[in-house]
């Protein structure tokens, strides 16, 4: 249906074209349009009444992405089976308007489609809530957790910030992060992407503002969380929610600051193809980490056990 719906697409954009070309008469064309059209609602009305069989939870995302992993490490720590559908980064946000995380689900005759991972997480528990009552009980948030969410996605947004800062110079790596070298994104969008990276790179600049005073920005403001985390694990906190379990704020903490400190384990087995190992990175960047590390022991032992204890093995991960 996917692949009719393109090639019906196609046609309708390559019909004014054809008129030009041929020079096809005006009845002609008006029912070459009629007959696209109505072939296009034909299609409406068997997806419709006979809904396209697939799977239940499908998650779209980019292989390097720390909001991708928060949803990813919820999923998984919840238990249900989904379906990763991977694409090459920044494409899907500057052609099609969709950021990554993404997750579609099967609701009654429709496929019904939640961007942004807070409200991915608000949902998973409220269909969830029910039928896996404790399997689901680290989604349920109060004021408290919901802010300090909030605390971490804002840290999520200075993070972009500061990996674009560092690699956007440097095309290769920049490449290789938007999944390049991954096997599971699309040959086409690899070569889109090796085509359009001047393009992308003015956008990714433009969009999120990459300067030199916002990156000191960023950094600011990470110094911040981390030292915030910092003072609750010197308390004696166990996990940073304050529950006593640990609940998805925490893993929203390990996911995203897992971006710069990249544990064991980080992406679930889904990240291998598009991690920079030290010696690839730009110095600056390896300044920014060895820093961090150095200045917030606690939390970056805290970040490596919960990947250790809590992120699903997966096999040939180290
Ligand atoms: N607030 C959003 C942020 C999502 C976001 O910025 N995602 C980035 C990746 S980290 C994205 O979609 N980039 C565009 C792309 O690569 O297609 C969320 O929580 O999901």
């Given at each position: 249906m996917k692949l009719a719906r393109t090639l019906n697409f196609a046609l309708l954009l390559a019909l004014p074209v054809a008129v030009a070309l041929f020079d096809?008469?005006?009845?002609?064309?008006l029912c070459l349009l009629a007959l696209l059209l109505l072939w296009r609602w034909l299609m409406t009305l068997t997806a419709i009444s006979a809904p396209a069989k697939g799977p239940e939870l499908v998650l779209d995302t980019i292989s390097a992405s720390h909001f991708v992993e928060k949803v990813r490490w919820c999923l998984?720590?919840?238990?249900v089976d989904y379906t990763e559908n991977k694409s090459g980064g920044t494409l899907g946000a500057f052609f099609s308007g969709r950021t990554v995380p993404r997750l579609r689900c099967r609701t009654g005759l429709v496929e019904t489609s939640i961007g942004n991972s807070a409200e991915i997480l608000r949902y998973l528990w409220g269909r969830y809530a029910g039928e896996r009552q404790q399997?689901?009980?680290?989604?349920?948030?109060?004021?408290?957790q919901l802010h300090l969410e909030q605390e971490i996605d804002r840290a999520g947004r200075d993070l972009q910030v500061?990996?674009?800062?560092?690699?956007l110079p440097?095309?290769?790596?920049?490449?290789h992060a938007w999944g390049v070298n991954d096997p599971a994104v699309p040959s086409w969008q690899k070569l889109l992407l090796h085509l359009l990276f001047p393009l992308q790179r003015a956008l990714i600049r433009r969009a999120f503002r990459i300067t030199p005073e916002r990156y000191t920005k960023a950094v600011q403001h990470l110094d911040q969380l981390l030292q915030q985390s910092e003072n609750l694990l010197a308390d004696g906190r166990r996990y940073l929610s304050g529950a006593a379990e640990p609940h998805y704020t925490d893993f929203a903490f390990g996911a995203i600051n897992g971006l710069w400190l990249l544990p064991a384990g980080y992406g679930g087995g889904q990240a291998e193809h598009v991690l920079l190992v030290p010696?690839?990175?730009?110095?600056?960047m390896n300044y920014d980490i060895v820093r961090w590390k150095e200045q917030f022991p606690l939390s970056v032992a805290f970040m490596q056990?919960?990947?250790r204890d809590h992120r699903r093995h997966v096999p040939g991960q180290p």
């Open positions: 096809v008469p005006l009845w002609a064309t998984d720590h919840l238990g399997a689901a009980a680290f989604l349920q948030a109060d004021a408290r500061w990996v674009y800062f560092h690699l440097h095309r290769e790596l920049t490449l010696a690839r990175r730009p110095a600056a056990g919960l990947y």
